[in-house]
């Protein structure tokens, strides 16, 4: 699955199809980073996750995704 690079926010497949987790595992992921988003006082969408913070997260050199 290849994800636009324009694309902001990005679902529990996309983030299965960057990282190579299963399904639970992305969603995992997602709520994680949303709890840490709405500390910092950020809005957050269930289900979907702001693809330069996964990436940031994640750590690496994600430059070309």
Same mark, same amino acid.
């Given at each position: 699955?290849?994800?636009?690079?324009?694309?902001?926010?990005?679902?529990?497949?996309?983030?299965?199809?960057?990282?190579?987790?299963?399904?639970?595992c992305?969603? @995992? &992921?997602?709520r994680?980073?949303?709890? *840490?988003?709405?500390?910092?006082g !950020?809005?957050? +969408?269930?289900? @979907? &996750?702001?693809?330069?913070?996964?990436? *940031?997260?994640?750590?690496?050199? !994600?430059?070309? +995704?």
């Amino acid at each position: 699955m290849e994800i636009p690079k324009d694309k902001i926010l990005i679902n529990p497949q996309e983030v299965m199809a960057l990282t190579g987790l299963e399904y639970d595992c992305a969603c @995992k &992921i997602i709520r994680e980073l949303n709890e *840490e988003l709405k500390a910092k006082g !950020y809005r957050t +969408i269930r289900g @979907k &996750i702001l693809k330069d913070y996964l990436l *940031e997260r994640l750590g690496g050199n !994600y430059a070309s +995704i």
